[in-house]
């Protein structure tokens, strides 16, 4: 889990979302063990029968659940974003179990190794395979959230549910010892992939946003699409309100230029404190919504309508 964090260049993931997401583990156990039990007894399935199908079911839907939420509420920007915290709720989840076997089963030290290292990997992979597609779903706007979600739990129950047959099957030793080289290897090839769209991201959007600046600079917004809109906008609204449109555009505007900056300071290896500015922006934002109102945010929705990325940016100038 150290090793992921420290491997983002761009230090994307906060540290105390890394902690909320081991939280999440913890808790999404916790439950687990309780909801097993109680279905185990009533299923009158064996062990090993419910460990194969009901078992995975049960454990990655409650992990899932905080993936679900960081995600659709625009906390998660790129899916390498996604990845980490994903493995963090699963890394949370295994200590617990683990923790919970190691007093309920007598075995030696080495089992115990092989293990723990197993079960850990699966269900960090099974949770970052889960936040990755639901990710990349909600990215390329592929189907709705269910559908998403859906396709993306029907992956990680699919990978969680075959460790689980190959336990009765496979040398524990070998099956630990096959995730320890898989996982590296698909979160090497997440990572790279994410670094290469960040980048892109950062330098289209970018440019796209200092072109908006200085059209505002340069007192010819107006000539624009962008202004031509806001300037048919008369017909529906008071002037007033459109003029507090256009503050609001060119806040979006400013904001947007900040995050990405930002983002390329961490990739630089620099930390920048935080910026009384951007509060006092964030709050003169919420003052224009409001005078706005729901109408009228509806009809600059064209102008406003950002990616999951764009939305990301402002909670994270928010947490900042």
């Given amino acids: 889990m150290a090793g992921l964090v420290l491997i983002d260049s761009y230090k994307l993931v906060r540290l105390k979302a890394v ?16 909801l097993n039990g109680w279905l185990l007894q009533g299923s009158g399935l064996v062990d090993s029968d419910y460990s194969k199908y009901v078992a995975p079911f049960t454990e990655e839907g409650l992990k899932c659940i905080w993936v679900v939420y960081l995600i659709y509420s625009d906390r998660v920007g790129f899916t390498v974003d996604a990845a980490i915290l994903g493995f963090g709720i699963g890394a949370g989840f295994a200590v617990v179990e683990n923790l919970y076997y190691l007093s309920a089963l007598d075995a030696s030290t080495l089992t115990w190794i092989i293990r723990g290292f197993g079960t850990a990997i699966m269900h960090g992979m ?12 909600k990215q390329r706007e592929n189907g709705g959230r269910w559908t998403a979600s859906i396709i993306a739990f029907a992956m990680a ?54 072109e908006l600046m200085k059209l505002f600079m340069s007192g010819e917004f ?21 003029a507090d449109m256009l503050c609001l555009v060119r806040i979006r505007v400013e904001l947007s230029i900040r995050a990405k900056g930002l983002l390329m300071m961490r990739e630089a290896g620099f930390e920048p404190k935080p910026d009384e500015v951007i509060r006092a922006k964030f709050e003169e934002m919420a003052y224009l ?32």
């Fill in 19 to 34: 902690l909320f997401a081991l939280a999440a583990g913890f808790l999404a156990a916790t439950v687990s063990y309780f």
């Fill in 222 to 242: 107006s000539k624009s699409r962008i202004g031509e809109y806001l300037t048919s906008l008369k017909e529906h609204f008071k002037g007033t309100i459109v």
């Fill in 126 to 137: 099974t949770t970052t395979v889960f936040a990755i597609i639901l990710q990349s779903l």
């Fill in 289 to 320: 919504e409001k005078a706005i109102g729901k109408t009228g945010l509806l009809a600059i929705e064209p102008i406003l309508k950002w990616s999951s990325q764009d939305l990301w940016q402002l909670n994270m100038l928010a947490e900042q």
């Fill in 157 to 210: 129950y699919l990978l969680h549910s075959a460790y689980n047959h190959a336990i009765y099957q496979i040398p524990p030793l070998i099956l630990a010892a096959s995730l320890i080289v898989i996982a590296p290897i698909l979160i090497s090839l997440v990572f790279t992939q994410s670094e290469n769209q960040t980048r892109t991201w950062l330098g289209t959007g970018f440019d796209t946003d200092q």
